[in-house]
T-cell receptor, first 114, second 110 residues
Framework: GAGVSQSPSNKVTEKGKDVELRCDPISGHTALYWYRQSLGQGLEFLIYFQGNSAPDKSGLPSDRFSAERTGGSVSTLTIQRTQQEDSAVYLC????????????FGPGTRLTVT | QKEVEQDPGPLSVPEGAIVSLNCTYSNSAFQYFMWYRQYSRKGPELLMYTYSSGNKEDGRFTAQVDKSSKYISLFIRDSQPSDSATYLCAMNTGFQKLVFGTGTRLLVSP
Protein backbone atom coordinates (compact mmCIF):
# COMPACT_ATOMS: atom_id res chain seq x y z
CA GLY A 1 0.00 0.00 0.00
CA ALA A 2 0.97 3.66 -0.25
CA GLY A 3 3.30 5.01 2.37
CA VAL A 4 3.76 8.55 3.61
CA SER A 5 4.41 10.91 0.74
CA GLN A 6 5.95 14.35 0.82
CA SER A 7 6.27 17.10 -1.73
CA PRO A 8 8.32 18.62 -3.10
CA SER A 9 11.27 16.26 -2.69
CA ASN A 10 13.66 19.19 -3.08
CA LYS A 11 13.11 22.91 -2.64
CA VAL A 12 15.60 25.70 -3.19
CA THR A 13 14.48 29.13 -2.10
CA GLU A 14 15.97 32.53 -1.53
CA LYS A 15 16.41 33.91 1.95
CA GLY A 16 13.32 35.82 3.02
CA LYS A 17 10.84 33.87 0.90
CA ASP A 18 8.02 31.75 2.32
CA VAL A 19 7.83 28.02 1.61
CA GLU A 20 5.15 25.36 2.03
CA LEU A 21 5.95 21.70 2.48
CA ARG A 22 3.26 19.07 2.08
CA CYS A 23 2.72 15.70 3.76
CA ASP A 24 0.20 13.00 2.80
CA PRO A 25 0.01 10.47 5.64
CA ILE A 26 -0.93 6.82 5.36
CA SER A 27 -4.69 6.51 4.93
CA GLY A 28 -6.43 6.00 8.27
CA HIS A 29 -3.52 7.23 10.38
CA THR A 30 -4.79 9.74 12.91
CA ALA A 31 -1.41 10.93 14.20
CA LEU A 32 0.97 13.05 12.13
CA TYR A 33 4.40 14.39 13.05
CA TRP A 34 6.90 16.80 11.56
CA TYR A 35 10.61 16.49 12.28
CA ARG A 36 13.63 18.38 10.99
CA GLN A 37 16.95 16.69 10.24
CA SER A 38 19.96 18.97 10.04
CA LEU A 39 23.49 17.86 9.29
CA GLY A 40 24.99 16.36 12.44
CA GLN A 41 21.90 17.17 14.51
CA GLY A 42 19.73 14.10 14.19
CA LEU A 43 15.97 14.39 13.97
CA GLU A 44 14.39 17.25 15.88
CA PHE A 45 10.68 17.15 16.74
CA LEU A 46 8.68 20.09 15.42
CA ILE A 47 4.93 19.47 15.79
CA TYR A 48 2.44 16.65 16.39
CA PHE A 49 -1.22 16.34 15.37
CA GLN A 50 -3.53 13.73 16.90
CA GLY A 51 -7.07 13.56 15.57
CA ASN A 52 -9.07 16.64 16.48
CA SER A 53 -6.95 17.52 19.51
CA ALA A 54 -4.96 20.74 19.70
CA PRO A 55 -1.54 20.11 18.13
CA ASP A 56 1.62 19.86 20.21
CA LYS A 57 3.66 22.77 18.83
CA SER A 58 6.37 22.59 21.48
CA GLY A 59 9.14 21.85 18.97
CA LEU A 60 8.58 24.72 16.56
CA PRO A 61 11.81 26.78 16.68
CA SER A 62 10.26 30.20 16.04
CA ASP A 63 7.01 31.91 15.12
CA ARG A 64 8.10 31.79 11.48
CA PHE A 65 7.13 28.12 11.53
CA SER A 66 3.52 26.98 11.44
CA ALA A 67 1.65 23.88 10.38
CA GLU A 68 -1.89 22.86 9.76
CA ARG A 69 -3.69 19.64 9.07
CA THR A 70 -6.82 19.84 7.00
CA GLY A 71 -9.61 17.30 7.34
CA GLY A 72 -7.49 15.13 9.57
CA SER A 73 -5.35 14.06 6.65
CA VAL A 74 -2.96 16.20 4.59
CA SER A 75 -0.63 18.53 6.47
CA THR A 76 1.27 21.60 5.37
CA LEU A 77 4.33 23.00 7.13
CA THR A 78 4.89 26.67 6.34
CA ILE A 79 8.12 28.54 6.95
CA GLN A 80 7.87 32.30 6.57
CA ARG A 81 10.79 34.61 5.80
CA THR A 82 13.19 31.69 5.42
CA GLN A 83 16.70 31.93 6.84
CA GLN A 84 19.81 29.98 5.86
CA GLU A 85 19.67 28.07 9.16
CA ASP A 86 16.31 26.66 8.03
CA SER A 87 18.15 24.55 5.45
CA ALA A 88 17.52 20.92 6.42
CA VAL A 89 15.52 17.84 5.51
CA TYR A 90 11.95 18.09 6.76
CA LEU A 91 10.48 14.68 7.54
CA CYS A 92 6.86 13.81 8.09
CA UNK A 93 5.67 10.68 9.87
CA UNK A 94 2.27 9.20 10.61
CA UNK A 95 0.90 6.51 12.90
CA UNK A 96 -2.39 4.98 14.06
CA UNK A 97 -2.30 7.20 17.13
CA UNK A 98 -2.22 4.33 19.60
CA UNK A 99 0.12 4.33 22.56
CA UNK A 100 3.68 4.00 21.27
CA UNK A 101 2.78 2.60 17.88
CA UNK A 102 5.26 2.76 15.01
CA UNK A 103 5.80 6.04 13.23
CA UNK A 104 6.12 5.61 9.47
CA PHE A 105 8.32 8.21 7.84
CA GLY A 106 8.10 9.81 4.44
CA PRO A 107 11.18 10.41 2.26
CA GLY A 108 11.47 14.02 3.37
CA THR A 109 11.74 17.40 1.67
CA ARG A 110 15.27 18.74 1.32
CA LEU A 111 15.08 22.51 1.80
CA THR A 112 17.98 24.71 0.77
CA VAL A 113 17.85 28.42 1.56
CA THR A 114 20.34 30.46 -0.48
CA GLN B 1 23.96 18.51 26.99
CA LYS B 2 21.69 16.61 24.63
CA GLU B 3 19.07 14.27 26.06
CA VAL B 4 20.36 11.47 23.80
CA GLU B 5 24.01 11.04 22.83
CA GLN B 6 25.16 8.93 19.91
CA ASP B 7 28.55 8.70 18.24
CA PRO B 8 28.14 9.94 14.64
CA GLY B 9 30.85 7.66 13.25
CA PRO B 10 31.45 6.71 10.54
CA LEU B 11 31.97 3.15 11.69
CA SER B 12 33.71 1.04 9.05
CA VAL B 13 33.70 -2.76 9.31
CA PRO B 14 34.37 -5.67 6.94
CA GLU B 15 31.54 -7.90 5.79
CA GLY B 16 30.69 -10.55 8.35
CA ALA B 17 31.78 -8.50 11.37
CA ILE B 18 29.67 -8.00 14.47
CA VAL B 19 28.63 -4.37 14.79
CA SER B 20 27.85 -2.63 18.06
CA LEU B 21 25.97 0.68 18.03
CA ASN B 22 25.24 2.58 21.22
CA CYS B 23 23.34 5.48 22.73
CA THR B 24 23.29 7.02 26.16
CA TYR B 25 20.50 9.17 27.53
CA SER B 26 19.93 11.42 30.48
CA ASN B 27 16.15 11.42 31.00
CA SER B 28 15.21 8.59 33.36
CA ALA B 29 11.56 8.99 32.28
CA PHE B 30 12.30 7.41 28.89
CA GLN B 31 10.61 4.02 28.77
CA TYR B 32 10.36 3.08 25.09
CA PHE B 33 13.45 2.62 22.95
CA MET B 34 13.73 2.25 19.21
CA TRP B 35 16.36 1.80 16.53
CA TYR B 36 15.73 3.21 13.08
CA ARG B 37 17.74 2.60 9.91
CA GLN B 38 18.03 5.36 7.35
CA TYR B 39 19.44 4.91 3.88
CA SER B 40 20.75 7.92 2.00
CA ARG B 41 17.98 10.24 0.76
CA LYS B 42 15.30 8.08 2.41
CA GLY B 43 13.16 8.39 5.52
CA PRO B 44 14.01 6.37 8.64
CA GLU B 45 12.47 2.89 8.98
CA LEU B 46 11.89 1.12 12.28
CA LEU B 47 14.22 -1.81 12.98
CA MET B 48 13.72 -2.65 16.64
CA TYR B 49 11.41 -1.55 19.43
CA THR B 50 11.92 -2.38 23.11
CA TYR B 51 10.16 -1.39 26.30
CA SER B 52 11.91 -2.93 29.26
CA SER B 53 15.51 -3.55 30.18
CA GLY B 54 17.05 -6.66 28.66
CA ASN B 55 17.60 -8.06 25.19
CA LYS B 56 15.35 -8.41 22.18
CA GLU B 57 16.42 -10.39 19.15
CA ASP B 58 15.14 -10.27 15.56
CA GLY B 59 17.16 -12.19 13.02
CA ARG B 60 20.66 -10.74 12.85
CA PHE B 61 19.69 -7.80 15.07
CA THR B 62 19.71 -7.65 18.88
CA ALA B 63 18.60 -4.62 20.86
CA GLN B 64 19.75 -4.24 24.43
CA VAL B 65 18.49 -1.79 27.06
CA ASP B 66 20.11 -1.06 30.42
CA LYS B 67 17.91 1.46 32.19
CA SER B 68 20.08 1.55 35.29
CA SER B 69 22.99 2.82 33.18
CA LYS B 70 20.78 4.75 30.74
CA TYR B 71 22.47 2.92 27.89
CA ILE B 72 21.05 1.16 24.85
CA SER B 73 22.77 -0.90 22.18
CA LEU B 74 22.06 -2.45 18.81
CA PHE B 75 24.12 -5.43 17.70
CA ILE B 76 24.25 -6.58 14.10
CA ARG B 77 25.63 -10.07 13.47
CA ASP B 78 27.14 -11.19 10.16
CA SER B 79 27.02 -7.65 8.82
CA GLN B 80 26.33 -7.23 5.11
CA PRO B 81 27.13 -4.39 2.67
CA SER B 82 23.37 -3.81 2.50
CA ASP B 83 23.49 -2.87 6.20
CA SER B 84 25.46 0.25 5.25
CA ALA B 85 23.22 3.08 6.43
CA THR B 86 22.76 5.54 9.27
CA TYR B 87 21.36 4.02 12.45
CA LEU B 88 19.34 6.29 14.72
CA CYS B 89 18.33 5.53 18.26
CA ALA B 90 15.07 7.07 19.46
CA MET B 91 13.13 7.04 22.67
CA ASN B 92 10.14 8.54 24.42
CA THR B 93 8.40 8.67 27.77
CA GLY B 94 5.22 6.97 26.64
CA PHE B 95 3.89 10.02 24.86
CA GLN B 96 4.26 10.26 21.12
CA LYS B 97 7.12 12.70 20.63
CA LEU B 98 10.34 10.82 19.83
CA VAL B 99 13.75 12.09 20.90
CA PHE B 100 16.47 10.96 18.52
CA GLY B 101 20.20 10.56 18.69
CA THR B 102 22.26 12.15 15.94
CA GLY B 103 22.68 8.80 14.17
CA THR B 104 25.73 6.61 13.52
CA ARG B 105 26.83 6.11 9.93
CA LEU B 106 27.80 2.47 9.31
CA LEU B 107 29.87 1.33 6.33
CA VAL B 108 30.20 -2.42 5.69
CA SER B 109 32.79 -3.20 3.06
CA PRO B 110 32.64 -6.40 0.95
Amino acid sequence: GAGVSQSPSNKVTEKGKDVELRCDPISGHTALYWYRQSLGQGLEFLIYFQGNSAPDKSGLPSDRFSAERTGGSVSTLTIQRTQQEDSAVYLCASSWGLANDEQYFGPGTRLTVT
Amino acid sequence: QKEVEQDPGPLSVPEGAIVSLNCTYSNSAFQYFMWYRQYSRKGPELLMYTYSSGNKEDGRFTAQVDKSSKYISLFIRDSQPSDSATYLCAMNTGFQKLVFGTGTRLLVSP
